[in-house]
């Protein structure tokens, strides 16, 4: 079966630029989705399609997809960015999630 | 758009239980929809996926043949009927939105805990 893998944590100070990583085999041949899942709350999806922001999704969030790697950027990181992010793929009509990664802003 | 979770509970090994997904917001019969769930203190799990009209539907291997996918359109409604329940399905469950290769909308999750 087709795997997503992220690295379990990243660490970023703010105002500085954060990036999270999927990687997945010939992942670049698909479209990617990122989501932002705070404690407590539902994901909220922050990246559709590789590089497309949804209404209301601050402009520091990008995304970009190539070969094996697809990556989510947040330009400026602020303390409300702190949260677990999941990259997510389809496979034959089956979607696929990475494990997550937590994301500390310190 | 509004997607609302119901029906989880606690239920032994081996039970059954079916949480069901009232949409409201938008027209239901024109969306594939799916339930992705997440053990407590996990990652996030696609479950399954319905097309618009219900005649195709996709699962996850760990469920595929306890677990089936169902849509009543004419309610806006989705369902998740759980048989053969194990302790690893113990999970939040989130009834999604799909829209075209993206889920789009969760609802806030319905917690199902299988244990004896």
């Known amino acids: 079966s087709y795997e997503l893998t992220q690295p379990p944590s990243v660490s970023v100070s703010p105002g500085q630029t954060a990036s999270i990583t999927c990687s997945g085999d010939?992942?670049?041949?698909?479209?990617t989705s990122w989501y932002q899942q705070k404690p407590g709350q539902s994901p909220v999806l922050v990246i559709y399609?590789?590089?497309n922001r949804p209404s209301g999704i601050p402009e520091r969030f990008s995304g970009s997809n190539s070969g094996n790697t697809a990556t989510l950027t947040i330009s400026g990181t602020q303390g409300m960015d702190e949260a677990d992010y999941y990259c997510?793929?389809?496979?034959?009509?089956?979607?696929?999630f990475g494990g997550g990664t937590t994301l500390t802003v310190l | 758009v509004q997607l609302v979770e119901s029906g989880g509970r606690l239920v032994q090994p081996g039970g059954s239980l079916r949480l069901s997904c009232s949409a409201s917001?938008?027209?239901?019969?024109?969306?594939?929809m799916s339930w992705v769930r997440q053990a407590p203190g996990k990652g996030l799990e696609w479950v399954a996926n319905?097309?618009?009209?219900?005649?195709?539907?996709y699962y996850v291997d760990s469920v595929r043949g306890r677990f089936t996918i169902s849509r009543d359109n004419a309610k806006n409604s989705l369902h998740l009927q759980m048989n053969s329940l194990r302790a690893e399905d113990t999970a939040v469950y989130f009834c999604?939105?799909?829209?075209?290769?993206?889920?789009?909308?969760w609802g806030q999750g319905t917690l199902a805990t299988v244990s004896s």
């Open positions: 997510q793929a389809w496979d034959s009509g089956t979607a696929v």
């Open positions: 917001g938008f027209t239901f019969r024109n969306y594939w």
């Open positions: 399609q590789d590089t």
């Open positions: 999604v939105r799909i829209e075209m290769f993206q889920f789009d909308f």
């Open positions: 010939k992942l670049g041949d698909t479209y």
């Open positions: 319905i097309n618009k009209d219900g005649s195709d539907k």
